[in-house]
């Protein structure tokens, strides 16, 4: 479009500066008196919005912006210092020249408007506002209403997604394009030499859809080319946009050098697909994709692995997992989880570097479909259940199907009840082993008395059992001689559980607390049945801690109940903030007495424990100033003078970005540990500040029973205004040998974001997560601008 010239030059006489301003802002445009009638706001619109107390500040209505009516045609202002025109006709203004119309905003030296044509030329220090859009250049011609027109080199900013560059020309197409010719794009926030640019033979700009793209784009670093692309697409805000994401480096013992480019395609908002090619100098090129779905009534991901013909295998390797639920309305729903990998190795050989810290590999994978029910008391599961299964691991059984109906009421008339009922068929791959059905069917009933400082609840619950066998295992696999194809079992329980509250006021290094008092007795009596022809299809034995200690069974499962003739008897001391609530410290005791021996053995020959009391539980745990936290948690056996099982840990954490934690624990050797050697292992894990810039990461778990490192991590991220670096070398477990020895992994990731461009997981933020509790991620880019900021 070429710029409009003045036909002739225009006369300007001498008069004061503001008169001329008023006078132009008086004869503008016809439309002019309309306008300014619409803008004096009536009734509550007018009146300003109290935020608070009347000495409180108020927001202004009149700053809102309100679309014009139908029919009503937007006033145009023009102002000068010296303005001429011709009454609707055209108009000229020099010095501080300025047109306005809604939100456009053209500032100048010269300008002149052509109302016939709605056309306006400016010349000199042109500023261009728009739709929170600026335009600097020397020279601009601008059809105003419909915000399309060029601008002779360029500096422009989009408020919206901070973005800013420059050009040799900028065509205006519409209220949201824009064509920039020969230019630069950043979203750096500094106003010269940016971080990292993009350099192209000419960009297209879309605000609307939030999208950039640049033609023969070359991304600059520190003034250095680090990529290039005939075609690169970018986000102008951080919504999902489809095209290449920066592609990620790192460094693994069983892999080798990784490379991975991935490629994101944004099918819909609420569907996606992440497409990688993996290159590992040690296995190959693996291809790696994930879909994602969303609607109101289902979702799922799908993820597919494939390397064809691995260098050191010869075979071809993949995997997949895939997660589906599904909303069927009415309270009925399904979900679908299947997991699979090609081959025994492959967790350990293939595991993606995006994954956390490694404490050994997987090796069980899941395999599930099921139909589920909830509405009111009623929950109902129906699924079958298999699971492949990598060694050393022993295959649970699977099942094939497993019906599950759960019914529940709470406080009817003061009283709780329901029952469970459940019906399985137990398969398993293992040779020799049993198979069969089980139904079980638990009712309870309980009646709860509460009060200010008091509460006390007695139980009965009945458990009926129903065994059909179909094979019988050997005596080789713990099969009892004599083993019956059906039987059936019935065992009461009765328990009753009573506390106390006592609450006082207390004052500690001048700080007033509400300390408590909360004794707590539990008793529970299941009389003795013999279970040992009872197969062990999905029951265990319960950890001993303080969640496990006021239940009923010993077992974890359906196959084994205990009898018990026992008392629980616990203290409970908490230290509460008055003013918020908040729970400062609390002091825990809490022990078993039996007045008769377990007899019910999950295993054939377990030898019987005949000690009067269990070990004793102590805990502790504590929120100090400053940051500071502590839990601790003991179990002693005080018969036999052993420390059975410690946990101390210390965190430290006095602001964003600052954490120290130290963490100790212990278990003596035991049938929970698999293995001869006690677990006792020292863990320390930190995030700190090394300067404004940089952060360290850090973390030991450090085995001392057996010398060596469990898994460590050390890295370092440094934060820029507009990208980071961050740099880490991991050591993980990485399974068992067949000897039993174990072994371990190392990599090192790096990983480099530049801000407003990209942010992609590399597996570094992740680790990082994973390996330090509380660990918090740099921060993020400087939200963006609102439409007014800079408003002229």
Not at 537 to 564: H, K
Not at 566 to 581: C, W
Not at 585 to 607: E, S
Not at 696 to 701: C, E, I, K, T
């Amino acid at each position: 479009m070429p710029p409009r010239q003045f036909s002739k030059p225009v006369p300007l006489r001498e008069a004061r500066p503001r008169r001329r301003r008023l006078f132009a802002a008086l004869i503008a445009v016809p439309g002019l008196m309309p306008a300014l009638a619409q803008a004096q706001l009536a009734g509550a619109a007018a009146d300003s919005q109290p935020l608070g107390d009347p000495w409180s500040l108020r927001l202004a209505p009149q700053l809102e912006e309100r679309p014009l009516r139908q029919g009503d045609q937007p006033a145009t202002f023009v102002l000068g210092d010296h303005t001429t025109g011709t009454a609707d006709r055209d108009m000229a203004a020099k010095g501080s020249a300025e047109l306005r119309r809604n939100v456009s905003v053209i500032k100048s030296d010269a300008l002149h408007y052509d109302q016939d044509t709605d056309m306006a030329d400016a010349y000199g220090s042109v500023r261009i506002f728009s739709n929170g859009n600026s335009f600097i250049g020397p020279e601009a011609h601008l059809q105003v209403e419909a915000n399309e027109g060029y601008m002779t080199n360029p500096k422009y900013r989009f408020n919206l997604s901070n973005g800013s560059g420059s050009g040799s020309r900028a065509d205006l197409l519409n209220d949201e394009q824009t064509h920039v010719t020969s230019g630069t794009y950043t979203a750096c926030s500094c106003e010269t030499d940016p971080a990292w640019y993009i350099k192209g033979t000419s960009f297209d700009f879309d605000t609307g859809a939030s999208e950039g793209v640049a033609h023969n784009g070359v991304l600059f670093f520190q003034g250095f080319p680090v990529f290039a692309s005939p075609w690169l697409s970018f986000p102008l805000t951080s919504e999902r946009r489809s095209g290449i994401l920066p592609p990620t480096v790192s460094l693994n013992s069983t892999t080798g050098f990784e490379v991975s480019v991935p490629y994101y395609f944004n099918i819909a908002p609420n569907r996606d697909l992440l497409v990688t090619p993996r290159l590992m100098t040690r296995r190959g090129i693996q291809i790696q994709s994930t879909f994602r779905y969303l609607s109101p009534t289902y979702s799922g991901t799908i993820t597919g692995e494939f390397l064809p013909q691995d260098m050191q295998t010869h075979t071809n390797r993949y995997a997949i997992y895939i997660q589906h639920q599904q909303n069927f309305g009415g309270g009925f729903g399904a979900y679908i989880n299947y997991n699979k990998v090609s081959d025994n190795q492959y967790p350990e050989d293939l595991g993606n570097a995006a994954n956390q810290i490694i404490n050994g590999t997987q090796v069980l994978y899941q395999q599930e479909v099921g139909v589920t029910y909830n509405n009111g008391p009623w929950s109902i599961l129906a699924h079958e259940q298999r699971w492949q299964v990598l060694p050393p691991a022993t295959s649970p059984y699977a099942r094939e199907p497993q019906l599950n109906v759960l019914y529940n009421k709470y406080n009817v008339g003061g009283f709780d009840y329901g029952a469970e009922a459940d019906y399985t068929r137990f398969t398993t791959t293992i040779a020799d082993s049993t198979e069969g059905q089980r139904v079980v069917f638990n009712p309870y009933l309980s009646y709860s008395v509460t009060g200010p400082g008091y509460f006390v609840t007695p139980k009965i619950q009945y458990h009926f059992a129903s065994y059909d066998l179909n094979e019988i295992g050997s005596a080789a696999n713990g099969t009892p001689a004599n083993q019956p194809k059906t039987l059936s079992e019935s065992i009461p329980t009765v328990s009753f559980d009573t506390g106390l509250v006592f609450d006082r006021s207390v004052r500690i290094f001048g700080q007033d607390y509400i300390q408590t008092l909360e004794p707590r007795l539990y008793y529970v009596y299941t009389p003795y049945r013999n279970q040992e022809f009872a197969p062990i299809f999905d029951t265990g034995q319960s950890d001993f801690s303080l969640a496990e200690i006021y239940t009923p069974n010993t077992y974890a499962g359906n196959d084994r109940i205990a009898d018990a003739n026992r008392v629980t008897v616990g203290l409970t001391s908490r230290f509460i903030n008055p003013a918020t609530g908040d729970e400062r410290a609390r002091f825990v005791i809490a022990q078993q007495y039996y007045f008769q021996p377990q007899r019910v053995t999950i295993t054939q020959g377990q030898a019987l424990d005949q000690a009067k009391h269990s070990d004793l539980i102590l805990g502790a745990s504590f929120k100090l100033g400053a940051g500071f936290s502590q839990e601790t948690a003991f179990q002693y056996n005080a018969d036999n003078n052993q420390l059975v099982r410690s946990s101390i840990g210390f965190g430290f954490s006095p602001a964003a970005r600052e954490v120290i934690n130290v963490g100790y624990r212990y278990t003596r050797a035991n049938e929970t540990t698999l293995s001869t050697s006690p677990i006792n292992q020292i863990l320390v894990s930190a995030q700190w500040p090394l300067s404004r810039h940089i952060y360290s990461v850090a973390r030991v778990n450090y085995d001392l029973a057996g010398h060596r490192l469990v898994d460590g991590l050390l890295g370092f991220q440094y934060d820029a205004d507009c990208w980071t670096l961050g740099i880490g070398v991991q050591r993980y477990a990485n399974g068992i040998t067949s000897t039993g020895s174990n072994t371990a992994g190392t990599r090192v990731l790096a990983q480099m974001t530049f801000k407003g461009l990209a942010n992609v997981d590399n597996g570094l933020t992740s680790a990082f997560r994973a390996g330090v509790n509380g660990y918090t991620p740099p921060p993020p880019p400087a939200p963006p601008l609102a439409r007014y900021t800079n408003y002229e």
